[in-house]
C-alpha cells in the first residue's frame, strides 16, 4: 500500500474522515514535517520545533511487520538529527511501542509536554 492508502484505511477503521487526515497531513509535510513508510505503516512526523517533532502513526500490519516498520524508522529517526518525538498512545500500541524503543536503546518517557502521552530521546 502507499502511505495515502494506509492512512486514509487507518482513519477509516478509526472513524475519522479521510480526506480531512490527508490534508492534515499534508499541511504537516509543508511545515517541515516527513513521513516515513515501510511495508502497511506510514509514520507521519509533525514538526514542532527544529529539533522537536510529534508523531502520528497509521497502519494495516499486523503485529510482526508492524514491529519491523517500528524499528527501522526508530533506526531512521536516530540519523536523523531529530532530538525528541511524542506521541500519544495507550493500551497495545504504547506497551508495544515501549518494547521497541527499548529494543533500540531508546527508551519511551511520560511526556514533559502538554497534548502527548510519551516522548523518546533520540
Given at each position: 500500500m502507499k502511505p495515502s492508502e494506509v492512512i486514509t484505511a487507518d482513519a477509516q477503521k478509526d472513524g475519522l474522515d479521510p480526506k480531512q487526515v490527508l490534508l492534515a497531513t499534508s499541511i504537516a509535510v509543508k511545515k517541515?514535517?516527513?513521513i516515513l513508510h515501510h511495508g502497511n505503516t506510514t509514520l507521519v512526523?509533525?514538526?514542532?520545533?527544529?529539533k522537536?517533532?510529534?508523531t502520528h502513526l497509521f497502519t494495516q500490519d499486523a503485529p510482526i511487520p508492524l514491529s519491523r516498520a517500528l524499528i527501522m524508522f526508530f533506526r531512521k529517526l536516530e540519523k536523523s538529527g531529530i532530538h525528541i518525538i511524542y506521541g500519544d498512545a495507550s493500551g497495545?500500541?504504547?506497551n508495544l511501542l515501549k518494547r521497541?524503543?527499548?529494543k533500540?536503546?531508546?527508551p519511551i518517557k511520560d511526556s514533559d509536554r502538554r497534548g502527548?502521552?510519551?516522548m523518546i530521546k533520540l
Open positions: 517541515g514535517g516527513q512526523l509533525e514538526k514542532i520545533d527544529d522537536h517533532f510529534a497495545t500500541m504504547l521497541i524503543a527499548q533500540v536503546g531508546a502527548y502521552t510519551w
